[in-house]
């Protein structure tokens, strides 16, 4: 996912073996603390602005009486997101990766043995914001979901079917602002259809609310 | 720029500094090239939807008859954004990096090596969809621009600094739209300001065509 097309052929492909085979054995093992501790967890990645942080908010104001919500934010600077979502009263911890595009399983192993996981029941873990090098590396979550915004134009889904492959759902979010967008809805999820026809897509709006019951009930929330 | 951070630390150092100086030659490389054949080149960086291809457009409406322009477009898959500016009239070679989330110096210097870069005054290259890792491999370009949209959301600024402070200027792009989403351009660049109060900022709908000419005078075009 990383290093560019032409420094692979001359460099090594065993380095890159080796840190896809240490994200694997990381992301295993934060499944098994997952699964051991019967928390529910969720991988959100998107493009900046797509609405992650938004779609966070909304879910923990639904489930937030019902469940102890945990959020891990990453983000390569600023508290920003982690701040946005605490307000909301939910645990949260922020990841800044520095210069890395993506959060990795082993960051999120050492996240995880910062908190207590046996408190929590959901654990809702926003990705960098970038469409692309997330949905090289598992975490070890139960769902990956992918945010796409109309606010995006209508390319995203085409220019990026490894991304849309790597999901469990895709969520089109900000569907409030389609109409003053002039944006095609029904084209976008066109274009899902095609990279696979059985993805489960949710139309939503973090903002108004609109689709996130429908949501909540496809995760069994 | 790409690996995790963990990564970093227990793999290797050295291939890091390898890949990168092996990017730092094939840039000095190709801005020799550039400069022995009088091409202007510009690397736009941006992320997905900021409207960079449309400002690649637009650029060439107004350039098209005084300049002959060759354009790179770059992304992961697909050829739509070199299809669009080809309608231009304008010579394109589109770069596919499968999974490489940027470009970089060797894969231009690939490029360059396909076309007759005597036969152009002008080379603009649209980097991969990214805000995040372009900013970390020079082309060996004359000017790098960022494209921020008021599509994006109020924190893509405080987010990427490294990404605005690699930039020789910036341009918020569909200002066009930014009543509609109630978006403060004001602020926007009140945070560009806070990471370089130097840095030219240009705000521009590459729609209306509102700001291009003074970015094309900014550029010395």
């Given at each position: 996912?990383?290093?560019p097309?032409?420094?692979r052929?001359?460099v090594?492909?065993?380095?890159?073996?080796?840190?896809?085979?240490?994200n694997e054995?990381?992301?295993?093992?934060n499944?098994?603390?997952f699964k051991a501790h019967g928390?529910?967890?969720?991988?959100?990645?998107?493009s900046?602005?797509t609405?992650k942080?938004?779609?966070i908010?909304?879910?923990?104001?639904?489930?937030?009486?019902?469940?102890?919500i945990?959020?891990?934010?990453?983000d390569?600077a600023?508290?920003i997101?982690a701040?946005?979502?605490a307000?909301h009263g939910?645990d949260t911890?922020?990841?800044?990766?520095?210069?890395?595009?993506?959060?990795?399983?082993r960051?999120?192993?050492?996240a995880?043995?910062?908190?207590?996981?046996?408190d929590?029941?959901?654990?809702?873990?926003?990705?960098?914001?970038?469409l692309?090098?997330p949905?090289g590396?598992?975490?070890?979550?139960?769902k990956?979901?992918?945010v796409?915004?109309?606010?995006?134009g209508?390319y995203m889904?085409?220019?990026h079917?490894?991304t849309?492959?790597?999901?469990?759902m895709i969520v089109?979010?900000?569907i409030?602002?389609a109409?003053a967008l002039e944006?095609?809805?029904d084209?976008?999820?066109?274009?899902?259809r095609e990279?696979?026809a059985?993805l489960?897509?949710?139309?939503?709006?973090s903002?108004?609310?609109?689709?996130i019951?429908?949501?909540i009930?496809?995760l069994s929330?």
């Amino acid at each position: 996912m990383n290093e560019p097309e032409n420094a692979r052929k001359t460099v090594t492909i065993d380095i890159r073996k080796d840190l896809f085979g240490a994200n694997e054995n990381a992301a295993v093992l934060n499944a098994e603390n997952f699964k051991a501790h019967g928390v529910f967890s969720l991988d959100i990645m998107g493009s900046v602005g797509t609405g992650k942080t938004q779609l966070i908010e909304a879910l923990c104001e639904r489930l937030g009486k019902k469940y102890r919500i945990l959020m891990f934010a990453g983000d390569l600077a600023t508290t920003i997101d982690a701040d946005r979502v605490a307000a909301h009263g939910v645990d949260t911890v922020q990841i800044n990766t520095g210069t890395a595009c993506h959060l990795d399983a082993r960051m999120i192993k050492v996240a995880l043995q910062k908190v207590k996981l046996a408190d929590y029941h959901i654990v809702f873990i926003e990705n960098v914001g970038n469409l692309i090098c997330p949905a090289g590396y598992s975490l070890g979550v139960d769902k990956k979901v992918v945010v796409v915004s109309v606010t995006e134009g209508p390319y995203m889904i085409q220019k990026h079917p490894l991304t849309i492959k790597s999901a469990d759902m895709i969520v089109i979010n900000k569907i409030d602002l389609a109409e003053a967008l002039e944006f095609d809805i029904d084209a976008l999820e066109a274009d899902i259809r095609e990279v696979d026809a059985d993805l489960p897509v949710f139309r939503i709006s973090s903002k108004t609310g609109e689709g996130i019951e429908e949501l909540i009930a496809a995760l069994s929330l």
